[in-house]
């Protein structure tokens, strides 16, 4: 079945930076659409940002752009969220899931921005 772990979530300092990696697997990872999305504590899940199979175009939140680059691996089946200029607004648990599928959500990591 379609699986998604996500990892290297972790506490970071405002200004820092993290790389979040996303293992996929139970389908064919490069010929997906891939996307980031994030839930703060009492908010709804929200997108962060995608990147397309085979050409590899990214979209971001307005929130995130030019802090957060997306990438992906295809060979490793995984994607990457690099996050710059952390600041506690981006304290989140972080989920990566297929771009157009309604997939089941992954355990997620957790991102925790603070002093």
């Known amino acids: 079945q379609v699986q998604f772990v996500e990892s290297g979530g972790g506490l970071v300092q405002p200004g820092g930076s993290l790389r979040l990696s996303c293992a996929a697997s139970?389908?064919?990872?490069?010929?997906?659409?891939m996307a980031w999305y994030r839930q703060a504590p009492g908010k709804e899940r929200l997108f962060v940002a995608s990147i397309t199979s085979i050409t590899g175009v990214t979209n971001y939140a307005n929130s995130v752009k030019g802090r957060f680059t997306i990438s992906r691996d295809d060979a490793k089946n995984t994607v990457y969220l690099q996050m710059n200029s952390l600041n506690p607004e981006d304290t989140a648990v972080y989920y990566c899931?297929?771009?157009?599928?309604?997939?089941?959500w992954g355990q997620g990591t957790q991102v925790t921005v603070s002093t």
């Open positions: 139970g389908f064919i990872f490069k010929l997906d659409h």
């Open positions: 899931k297929r771009y157009t599928w309604a997939d089941v």
